[in-house]
């Protein structure tokens, strides 16, 4: 990332992750099956609107952008039973947030992703 949003919002983060958009790193946990564990930082699987413009439900920034994550960081368990469905599980340190904040409690999350076509 560049520009003023970083600089605005990402001020309390460590400096070198500042204009870290996305960066995970994944281990396949299965020969036979799509099921892997992931770490880093991830993009959000909440919310309308992503950093890739196919992927946004709006053309223009929407009310329910403001309250919805562009990444998290934290570890992702994902299983891909077949080309259209993906169903994860995720440990993560909170929306928009690169480390733990003390004395908060890391989060919890699901997603069951399904599309129309292959990807």
């Known amino acids: 990332m560049a520009g003023t949003y970083p600089q605005a919002n990402l001020v309390h ?12 790193v994944g281990i396949r946990l299965s020969r036979n099956k799509a099921i892997w564990l992931d770490a880093g930082i991830l993009p959000s699987h909440i919310g309308m609107e992503s950093a890739l413009g196919m992927d946004n439900w709006t053309l223009t920034r929407s009310l329910n952008a403001e309250n ?45 992703h399904w599309t129309r076509t292959k990807e």
Not at 13 to 24: G, K
Not at 71 to 90: M, N, R, T
């Open 68 to 112: 919805s994550p562009y990444y998290l960081s934290g570890v992702q368990v994902s299983w891909d039973p077949s080309e259209k469905l993906k169903i994860a599980a995720l440990y993560v340190n909170g929306w928009q947030r690169m480390r733990r904040v003390q004395n908060n409690t890391p989060c919890f999350g699901t997603q069951v």
């Open 13 to 24: 983060e460590p400096t070198l992750l500042r204009n870290v958009f996305e960066a995970h």
